[in-house]
């Protein structure tokens, strides 16, 4: 089937191939860019928005603990009395926290939530109702009346709410988590099918091209039967006249168009010759002489049989007119002679419409010259035919070469549009290594961030061991103040003894009785200020003790925010490991375009030596139709003109390259090669 396409039409089928090929790859190319970047976005406001939402709201949930106790403590001293300033502003500050993670779960539940997520997010809603509904409305409500007490009660079950209500947000961050990697392994496999898909599509293409490439050309080789130069060159010589030359054949070959060439010039050549021979026997006397008439084939052997038959009538007129009729007059047989040399003459210079005419011309004599008749009808038949198949191979040279012509600039035009194909396919390869670069800016920057975490949670497990050092220490002073307190009263004691002593003494313990009252009155006063020092070293260690349960709580908070910080990190890693092998497989998508618009280039320039050589062929044929033009036959005058047979073509822009006008040819040859057709 391949065989009996037209050389156009193979050639136009691979430009349909390279086009189906170049087509299918860019639509693949697309849809993967736009799964990638809807699956990026999906890993963003689906899963990376959520996940800061909710490690936000678990944030605002510990600060609404935190508010509501120092609320607490910092009405605890003007109890029954109006609220203070302070206290007004962490009661802003929490209704505007609580406001905050109303909103935050609010835009987490205006996204696309799964089954596991739905069943999550219902149990963190029923905790969240719970600890806002029986904690935090109710211990602000007693707040803002001053009682005090029912709001510490009331506090008391927040620090189990809260990690319950953190535990379902945990399950959620850890559910987006995995749900971001599923959608980047989706992603990764769909954009290696495509990559497989789409070099499997590129190999297949240049396979079928390099066949189709490797047949044309076998084919046209066939067809001619050589380079179209040396077919242009043995045209050249048959039409100059020289047929001495031997043509070099393929084995086997006998359907080409160098094989027919050859042919024509076996049977020129061969009747040529007969010809030489016939004439240098005539002019030697020898009469006998015939051109063996089964040495040729179709109109060559009839007319060499014509010519025969002259010869033998000829011959036969001459013994007849010498045996019988001597007393011919000699000068009617010289104008005889004269009118067959004047036709003879004619021919020779290669007019072939004169004929002898026939009228009184009787037995031998009009025998002879009838022959010479027919003889010229031969020849002049012969002209014609040949002047007929030289048009018919000019005008399919022509057409020929407007097709390559036309042909030619398609690919041409292919060939632009794959190389501007390769140019968006480079442009597309530096915009995902952009996005890989950016991807993994991002994660050094989350990187960093893990280790900002880090170091801030070894700061704050530095700061708990120094407030249980301060606790250990307000401990110990508590306990030197203890004994301070009880060495003044021992000093009092001992004091109010010597007093007593110095009164029994009467004048002579006058002195030590007024250093003893001093003493004592110093005691006094030692107890009194280590009584104030004990109390206020037991409000500071009380302190100390509520400071170190909000450090260490702050310290389980970022030890979690490091955890999430860790994963976020890991994520990016992996979305930047994509978007590294993502633009490695559009690297080589590029390449195999890049080798494709290489093969589109080469056949290209294929063509355009194709219609070259197709260009010098037709001036050839052009020169052999002159060559031929130069005998005269009946009918010239009333031949149809080329330019009322101009072939259809089937545009317009093609009909127009013909500026000049041809013949179509009345038959063709029946070996003519199919590659040959008209495109």
């Known amino acids: 089937?391949?065989?009996?396409?037209?050389?156009?039409?193979?050639?136009?089928?691979?430009?349909?191939?390279?086009?189906?090929?170049?087509?299918?790859?860019?639509?693949?190319?697309?849809?993967?860019?736009?799964?990638?970047?809807?699956?990026?976005?999906?890993?963003?406001?689906?899963?990376?928005?959520?996940?800061?939402?909710?490690?936000?709201?678990?944030?605002?949930?510990?600060?609404?603990?935190?508010?509501?106790?120092?609320?607490?403590?910092?009405?605890?001293?003007?109890?029954?009395?109006?609220?203070?300033?302070?206290?007004?502003?962490?009661?802003?500050?929490?209704?505007?926290?609580?406001?905050?993670?109303?909103?935050?779960?609010?835009?987490?539940?205006?996204?696309?939530?799964?089954?596991?997520?739905?069943?999550?997010?219902?149990?963190?809603?029923?905790?969240?109702?719970?600890?806002?509904?029986?904690?935090?409305?109710?211990?602000?409500?007693?707040?803002?009346?001053?009682?005090?007490?029912?709001?510490?009660?009331?506090?008391?079950?927040?620090?189990?709410?809260?990690?319950?209500?953190?535990?379902?947000?945990?399950?959620?961050?850890?559910l987006q988590f995995d749900l971001a990697l599923e959608a980047y392994r989706e992603s990764v496999s769909r954009f290696q099918s495509a990559l497989i898909i789409s070099l499997l599509i590129t190999l297949s293409s240049f396979g079928v091209m390099t066949w189709f490439g490797f047949n044309i050309t076998?084919?046209?080789?066939?067809?001619?039967?050589?380079?179209?130069?040396?077919?242009?060159?043995?045209?050249?010589?048959?039409?100059?006249?020289?047929?001495?030359?031997?043509?070099?054949?393929?084995?086997?070959?006998?359907?080409?168009?160098?094989?027919?060439?050859?042919?024509?010039?076996?049977?020129?050549?061969?009747?040529?010759?007969?010809?030489?021979i016939l004439e240098k026997s005539v002019i030697e006397g020898h009469t006998n002489t015939r051109i063996h008439a089964e040495q040729h084939q179709g109109d060559f052997k009839i007319m060499v049989e014509r010519i025969n038959s002259t010869l033998d009538t000829t011959a036969q007129a001459a013994l007849s007119l010498e045996a019988d009729h001597h007393a011919v007059n000699k000068q009617i047989l010289m104008n005889y002679v004269e009118e067959i040399q004047t036709i003879v003459m004619a021919a020779k210079n290669n007019n072939l419409t004169l004929r002898i005419p026939m009228s009184g011309k009787t037995g031998e004599i009009g025998l002879l010259c009838n022959s010479l008749n027919e003889l010229l009808d031969s020849m002049e038949e012969i002209i014609s035919q040949i002047k007929d198949a030289s048009e018919t191979i000019n005008t399919a040279t022509k057409e020929i070469s407007i097709g390559n012509a036309d042909l030619s600039q398609r690919t041409e035009e292919q060939a632009a549009s794959l190389e501007e194909t390769a140019s968006s396919m480079e442009e597309l390869a530096s915009t995902v290594k952009q996005n890989a670069e950016n991807a993994k800016q991002a994660n050094l920057s989350a990187i960093t961030a893990s280790e900002?975490?880090?170091?801030?949670?070894?700061?704050?497990?530095?700061?708990?061991?120094?407030?249980?050092?301060?606790?250990?220490?307000?401990?110990?002073?508590?306990?030197?103040?203890?004994?301070?307190?009880?060495?003044?009263?021992?000093?009092?004691?001992?004091?109010?003894?010597?007093?007593?002593?110095?009164?029994?003494?009467?004048?002579?313990?006058?002195?030590?009785?007024?250093?003893?009252?001093?003493?004592?009155?110093?005691?006094?006063?030692?107890?009194?200020?280590?009584?104030?020092?004990?109390?206020?070293?037991?409000?500071?260690?009380?302190?100390?003790?509520?400071?170190?349960?909000?450090?260490?709580?702050?310290g389980q908070t970022m030890e979690e925010i490091v955890i999430s910080t860790q994963r976020v990190s890991d994520i990016i890693a992996e979305i930047t490991a994509a978007s590294l092998e993502q633009s490695s497989g559009i690297d080589q998508v590029n390449n195999a375009v890049g080798q494709m618009d290489s093969v589109t280039q080469q056949n290209a320039a294929l063509v355009e030596q194709a219609a070259a050589a197709a260009e010098s062929l037709m001036e050839q044929s052009n020169m052999l139709s002159q060559s031929v033009s130069q005998f005269t036959v009946k009918g010239d005058d009333h031949r149809p003109s080329r330019e009322t047979l101009r072939p259809t073509f089937r545009s317009e822009a093609v009909a127009e390259k013909l500026a000049k006008p041809h013949i179509s040819a009345a038959t063709k040859n029946s070996t003519e090669d199919a590659d040959w057709e008209l495109f």
């Not at 043509?247 to 076996?266: P, R, T």
């Not at 401990?475 to 009263?489: P, R, Y």
Request: no cysteine.
């Open 1 to 174: 089937m391949f065989s009996n396409l037209s050389a156009r039409k193979k050639l136009m089928g691979i430009v349909a191939i390279a086009t189906l090929a170049m087509a299918a790859i860019t639509m693949l190319a697309n849809i993967g860019l736009y799964h990638s970047a809807e699956n990026i976005k999906s890993i963003y406001e689906d899963r990376m928005v959520p996940i800061r939402n909710l490690n936000a709201i678990s944030g605002l949930l510990l600060d609404d603990q935190n508010l509501l106790k120092s609320a607490i403590y910092d009405s605890k001293p003007m109890a029954g009395s109006p609220e203070s300033e302070g206290t007004l502003q962490l009661m802003g500050i929490l209704e505007k926290n609580i406001s905050s993670s109303d909103g935050l779960w609010k835009n987490f539940l205006a996204t696309a939530l799964t089954p596991e997520e739905k069943l999550l997010a219902k149990k963190f809603s029923e905790s969240y109702t719970k600890l806002l509904n029986t904690v935090l409305k109710p211990a602000m409500v007693y707040i803002q009346g001053n009682n005090v007490n029912e709001a510490v009660k009331l506090s008391s079950h927040i620090t189990e709410l809260i990690n319950g209500a953190n535990l379902e947000i945990d399950g959620l961050v850890k």
């Open 218 to 276: 076998q084919s046209l080789k066939r067809s001619l039967g050589g380079e179209p130069e040396e077919l242009t060159k043995t045209l050249n010589r048959i039409a100059s006249g020289d047929l001495d030359f031997r043509i070099q054949l393929e084995h086997g070959d006998h359907s080409s168009a160098l094989a027919a060439i050859k042919s024509i010039q076996e049977k020129f050549k061969l009747l040529y010759l007969d010809t030489q």
């Open 452 to 554: 900002v975490a880090l170091r801030g949670g070894k700061a704050i497990k530095d700061v708990v061991a120094t407030m249980v050092n301060i606790n250990n220490s307000a401990s110990k002073i508590e306990d030197i103040v203890s004994v301070i307190d009880g060495i003044a009263f021992q000093t009092n004691i001992l004091a109010l003894n010597a007093a007593v002593e110095a009164a029994r003494a009467g004048e002579q313990g006058r002195g030590f009785a007024v250093v003893a009252a001093e003493v004592r009155n110093l005691a006094q006063r030692s107890a009194s200020a280590a009584k104030e020092i004990k109390g206020l070293i037991g409000a500071s260690v009380k302190n100390t003790a509520q400071g170190y349960d909000q450090v260490e709580k702050a």
